[in-house]
């Protein structure tokens, strides 16, 4: 399996000296991942539930740490935040008509998987539900976004004071869009359940026989409206460090007001057999064996919901090995270290791999090898929740990360199975294909061949994917990412490998379920610490930086044209000076890509001159921000990516919300701001050009 990487190759920004170096480098890492290693690793994280802010979650902020320091880490750090917490007291719901039934709102036990059995396991609730106590009807909802709405208001049924039955998730929107949705129609309280036709037996096995979810798993999750102002809902926009100044909880704009409960299809299937009213449409009928209705007055339930929100600390641990060369350029890999309950594969399957990654590559500094730039190590804590260790980390270092920070590699779930993902800003996405190319993969194929394979399908295509679309370079919100890109302009890549995963955020996603149904002998796991780390390597040893703005501007160029068929922007505002701008950008891109491959090429680039090229790279991501954020969400501030509410993708997010409400001054705004930012940039390119062609 070694001729992944055995033949002598070109890597962008690196000369042949250093090529060669790089490579044998990079071999010596990937070397010495061990499966074996990690599923030790695995099995003490998900020995023991470790929600954000319980004790056995900060008991592993500390063992991270010591791990760390035990592998030869340097500056090990252990950050404290005190946030708004949420924990469930006491939930219960009870169909009181047309016959009792008393909700379990738990999951059964399994012989054949003792860890189902622990008592420390929470049942089902949402973080962030508003507390309280109703009898009401109940109505269902379908996916509970707005356009179900509007069908059931077609049909004359008010939810205005009613409890709203929704499915995760057909079509997908993330629970807190959902609770939003319910809220600001007057809801009482969102019930939110697991259909087996999304993720049961509908697809196939069920847990402890197959890979989904049986009929007793609950999708925890928090509600919060991180998609307005992620991080501690109480500190907006700066850090959470003790003593920090608070606002109230009711003018926090993140904080639900509504009550939230996820439930099991079996909790969920004897409110949807009594339900009265109109046949649902066919696209609203689920799995199970009973025709989906409206519902609105027959079946009435009791809810109750106890939370206790109260401020406990999260944990963020932080460790280092310091750049011989460029110690102040920083290199950053992260996971999330909160679990709603196990979270074999999310998020343990990603620690697991880093903590692999840290151990490997202390053995390397234990030789004498040290990468030319800083890498930064972080488990995050509370992502859960609000996306809030990471959040609460940036917003404090802000100046400095933005003056420091190359990029930000984040992995949450590992491994679900053997399927890769990734995502990439526009500039990096070239780089994430060159590296796929290098490793060699379970199967006996490269990452890339596997890539190809596996990106084709999922974009159900009839040919290849070209390599300018493999990587997926329209990226949302929903991880530890969204700081660094967002709020930051920092450029990010995400890595995962996906495969048939019905038990998210459930009890069953342990130990068992990893071993028996993601990634049995842990060899993805492995291949995951090796694309990290190899990848963290190219960033933190280059000659010059490895960023592709000819790449990024192909990307900004695509938004655009999608922009425009989607909302007929030309028709309302000129797009010829963007289209312009862009044209321009993409040009400078090209002939800097250019300028670099030479200037590298031949070995003649002297330190100090690199050092000052990679400083105004560096600068290119951040040009996107504008101070203000986007209208309505001023703590998004990048102009080229945003999340929806839905935490789905949004590209030109100024933009294109001012083009979706019709508003076509903002949106003449918006694309002013655009055009600025890149006639900044392009200017930024070419004068790094003038630099580099100077310096021949």
Known sequence: MGSASDAPRRLTGFSTDSAAKETALENQFRA??????????HRYLTSEPHPAGSPRNNELAQWVAQQWRDQGLEDVTIHQYDVLHSSPRQISLEMVK???????????????????????????????????????????????????????????????????LVRYSNPYSYRGFKALTAERLGAAAILIYSDP??????????????????????????????FIQPGDPLTPGYAAIPGAKRIRPEDAVSLPK???????WRDAKPLLEKMDGPQAPDSWQGGLPLKYRLGGKRVVVHLKVDMDNS?????????????SESPDQWVILGNHRDAWVYGAVDPSSGTAAMLELTRNLGQLLQQGIRPKRTLVFCSWDGEEYALTGSTEWGEQYADELKQKTVAYLNVDEATSGSNFQGDAVGSLAPLLVEVSRTLPAPSGKTLYDEWKISRQTELGEDQPVPDGRLANTR??????HTVFLNFLGIPTVGLTFVGPYGVYHSLYDDYFWMNHFG???????????????????????ADVLPFDFESYGENIRQFAVDLNLANRVAGHIDLAGLQRQIADFQSAGRELNQSIAIAVANGKLDPPTAAQINAQLMQVERNWCNP???????????????????YAHLELPGLTEAAEAGDWKRANEQEKILETQLEKNTALLKQINQELTSAR
């Open 519 to 541: 990634d049995p002998g842990y060899r993805y796991h492995a291949l995951m610490t090796q694309l990290w780390g190899v990848l963290a390597l190219r960033f933190a040893n």
């Open 475 to 480: 990226i949302g919100s929903g991880s530890d």
């Open 311 to 323: 401020t406990r600390p999260y944990y963020v641990t932080e460790a280092r090995i310091r750049g």
């Open 628 to 646: 203000n954020g986007i209208p309505g969400r001023p703590w998004f501030k990048h102009s080229l990516y945003a999340a929806r509410y839905t």
């Open 32 to 41: 010495l991942a061990s499966p074996d290693q990690i599923s030790k690793f």
């Open 98 to 164: 047309p016959k009792r039934y008393v909700a379990t709102l738990r999951e059964d036990p399994y012989d054949v998987d003792p860890d189902t059995k622990n008592p420390k396991a929470d049942g089902a609730y949402l973080g962030y539900s508003a507390s309280g106590e109703i009898t009401a009807p109940v109505v269902y909802a379908h996916s509970g976004n707005p356009e179900d709405y509007d069908y059931l208001r077609q049909h004359g049924i008010d939810v205005r004071g009613k409890i709203v």
């Open 258 to 264: 509504i009550m939230g409960v996820p439930l099991s």
């Open 197 to 226: 036709q999304e993720d049961g037996y509908k697809k196939g096995p069920v847990y402890p026989n197959g890979p989904w979810g049986p009929e007793s798993h609950i999708q925890r999750g928090a509600i919060t409206y991180d």
